[in-house]
């Protein structure tokens, strides 16, 4: 079993027995997601650490996407919930990247994808450039701001 599950599930019970009723609850809903995810398609399988660490930040960013809604309709109590459970589970999370940071990954992403095509990557190559950077960012930060950095060297 992954260690980040098996830290997930051990907080659970410790939750339970303080009767932490959002910490519960929160843990309660990533763990249910994880084992969704584990026996999503055609055969059941054991998630890694790097498998739990999408899935809990998939599971932030539902919580951070329902209080804006919430927050939107006028609805404060069930957003501060959403952001209540958001916060719990973003502690399960590596520290997200500053933008100098960010940068530096995307500049190394796009020398390497210079290094594979011999000429400098256009917007044509985003693609082969978010890859790369992905594969150096791996959770660290979300999705639309590194496709936004990457852009932004490219033009």
């Known amino acids: 079993m992954p260690a980040l599950k098996s830290r997930l599930q051990a907080d659970l019970t410790e939750a339970m027995k303080a009767r932490a009723a959002t910490r519960m609850a929160s843990l309660r809903m990533a763990l249910t997601a994880i084992t969704s995810e584990e026996v999503a398609g055609t055969e ?3 998630l890694t650490d790097d498998e739990v660490l999408r899935v809990l930040t998939r599971e932030v960013k539902k919580r951070k996407e329902a209080a804006e809604a919430f927050s939107g309709a006028g609805r404060a109590e069930q957003a501060r919930a959403e952001l209540d459970e958001a916060e719990v589970l973003s502690a399960y999370l590596p520290t997200q990247l500053d933008d ?9 992403a796009i020398a390497e994808v210079t290094a594979q095509l011999g000429e400098a990557p256009g ?5 082969q450039v978010m890859k ?9 930060a979300e999705g639309g701001r590194v496709a936004a950095a990457v852009r932004a060297h490219l033009t």
């Not at 940071?101 to 190394?108: F, I, K, Q, S, Y």
């Not at 917007?123 to 693609?127: C, H, L, S, V, Y």
């Open 123 to 127: 917007q044509r190559q985003m693609g």
């Open 44 to 46: 059941a399988r054991e």
């Open 100 to 108: 100098t940071e960010l940068n530096e990954l995307v500049d190394a």
């Open 132 to 140: 790369a950077a992905n594969a150096r960012v791996t959770g660290r």
